[in-house]
């Protein structure tokens, strides 16, 4: 099981891949996971989710970017997004990476750009959520954060429960009392900066989850773990804490019945929805993760064949 996460997780980096993937469209099952490359087709599954009382955050694929032009053009496109959601009247958010705004390039550049985005989303009252990458960008993205958040309501980051550093950062990041997202990490780390074992991941996702509750901030629980969602409906009853106060995520394409289940018991669930072109990546980290989702696609294009 590890080989094969290995395996998937190397095939999400590959270049080759990537250009092999968008050259041949959304095939092999990705549809699954990604709502489409356009934002027209976005807007439908988002509007399809929205009936049935989910809400949604979305985001516009794309990995690799080097150069200030790529990073420009992915502004462009989150732009659209939000003025989607705001023309639509969408029940939805807007998530992005750091990467691809440009963090990798300059710090000048990423600041810019982030910032043409928050006055677009203030405009339109989007919230928009920074993903959290693999540990190198951690800090970075982090610093980052602090300096919008000092100036911006509608900005949101994400803490991964497999670093060791997240119990720090998380009572660090409070001074903000920012609006986090809550996961549990999908990326490959080593043990010097993660935690190797899952029970040690998912304690310390059950112990960040009730510090930020606790310290009476915003949260969002981002899982489709049912041992996690238990925990945390147990813990906010204990603790008298408003549903207004929190919010489940999961990922588009995944455990869909037990999205409207949590929705139909009166919790906020919010739906992660990519689309674009440069699905690749995150169709492969997708399959990383779960081999019953390997299988699944496997049988559809068998029975395609
Ligand atoms: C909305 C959202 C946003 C995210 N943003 C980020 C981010 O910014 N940075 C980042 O590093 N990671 C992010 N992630 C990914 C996250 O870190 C995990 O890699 C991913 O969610 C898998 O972990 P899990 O908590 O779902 O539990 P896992 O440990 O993968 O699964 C636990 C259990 O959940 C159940 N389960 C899982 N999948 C299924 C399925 N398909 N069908 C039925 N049962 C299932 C099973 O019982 C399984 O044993 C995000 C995840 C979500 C949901």
Redesign the pocket.
Known sequence: MQVMRDFFLYLSKNKMMTKMAKKYGLRFGASRFVAGESIEQAVEVIKNLNRQGLCV?IDYLGEFIDNEAEAKKMVDHCIEAIQAIGGEQLDAQL?LKATSMGLDLSEGIVLNNMMRILKSAEEHHVFV?I???DYTRCHQTLTLFKKLRAKHQHIGT?L?A?LYRSKNDIEELNLYKPNL?L?????KESSEVAFPK?SD??AN?KRIIKTHLLNGNYT?I???????IDYTKQLVKEYRIENDQFEF???YG??HE?QVELVNEGYKM???VPYGTDWYGYFM?RLA??P??VAFILKGIMKKG
């Not at 996961?183 to 990326?187: F, H, R, S």
């Not at 981002?222 to 996690?228: E, G, S």
């Open positions: 955050t998530s959520t993903d959290m990458e994400v991964q497999y997202r996961v549990k990490g999908a990326y899952k991941v998912d996702f969002a981002a899982t489709h773990d049912d041992a996690i995520q999961m990922l995944i455990r037990r919010r739906v992660y980290r993760e779960r019953a989702n």
